[in-house]
T-cell receptor
Framework: EPEVTQTPSHQVTQMGQEVILRCVPISNHLYFYWYRQILGQKVEFLVSFYNNEISEKSEIFDDQFSVERPDGSNFTLKIRSTKLEDSAMYFC???????????FGEGSRLTVL | AQSVTQLGSHVSVSEGALVLLRCNYSSSVPPYLFWYVQYPNQGLQLLLKYTSAATLVKGINGFEAEFKKSETSFHLTKPSAHMSDAAEYFCAVRYNFGNEKLTFGTGTRLTIIP
């Protein structure tokens, strides 16, 4: 069964460092998302991406964040200068259409020291 | 703004007892509704979804949910709880117009008592 894959599963970084989280969405899906979940809290929307551009982003997704689909298969989330409060589980998701279910990856746990 | 409210951040039931996890949505337009489950240290797995077809939706692992427009509810139930059902459950809403993001509720942690 097709699945969304994410790498790395866990990354530890120093505050101020750049981090890139990678995702391979399901191949025929058209909509891509990043969500995050701070430990013990709800799953929060970060950004949606369609047709090679951001279609919506939340207040969390400030100038420190960027997304890219560089080669038609990978979907990346970059955090330019990490802060302690960026420590969270980051989930990538993809969807075949506007209104169907989202398929989530297993998540990438980011720890900022 | 679209939202879902999950009543009860923690629910405990005895093994074999009925599981009822509550979810209410806010919208004048019927949304698409989902229940996701998250087992410890794992990702989000879809349990079931309502997309304007049958109002009673059956999902995996014996769970089902009923869409009630009059109550703006989409409660999750399972007749008989199993130890393996212990997890965090998230209700989520999505609309087929405007933005297409999924908005999650705050989650309900289900504990099963042996």
């Amino acid at each position: 069964e097709p699945e969304v894959t994410q790498t790395p599963s866990h990354q530890v970084t120093q505050m101020g460092q750049e981090v890139i989280l990678r995702c391979v969405p399901i191949s025929n899906h058209l909509y891509f998302y990043w969500y995050r979940q701070i430990l013990g809290q709800k799953v929060e929307f970060l950004v949606s991406f369609y047709n090679n551009e951001i279609s919506e982003k939340s207040e969390i997704f400030d100038d420190q964040f960027s997304v890219e689909r560089p080669d038609g298969s990978n979907f990346t989330l970059k955090i330019r200068s990490t802060k302690l409060e960026d420590s969270a589980m980051y989930f990538c998701a993809s969807s075949p259409g506007r209104s169907g279910e989202l398929f989530f990856g297993e998540g990438s746990r980011l720890t900022v020291l | 703004a679209q939202s879902v409210t999950q009543l009860g951040s923690h629910v405990s039931v005895s093994e074999g007892a009925l599981v009822l996890l509550r979810c209410n949505y806010s919208s004048s337009v019927p949304p698409y509704l989902f229940w996701y489950v998250q087992y410890p240290n794992q990702g989000l797995q879809l349990l079931l979804k309502y997309t304007s077809a049958a109002t009673l939706v059956k999902g995996i692992n014996g769970f089902e949910a009923e869409f009630k427009k009059s109550e703006t509810s989409f409660h999750l139930t399972k007749p008989s709880a199993h130890m393996s059902d212990a997890a965090e459950y998230f209700c989520a809403v999505r609309y087929n117009f405007g933005n297409e993001k999924l908005t999650f509720g705050t989650g309900t942690r289900l504990t099963i008592i042996p």
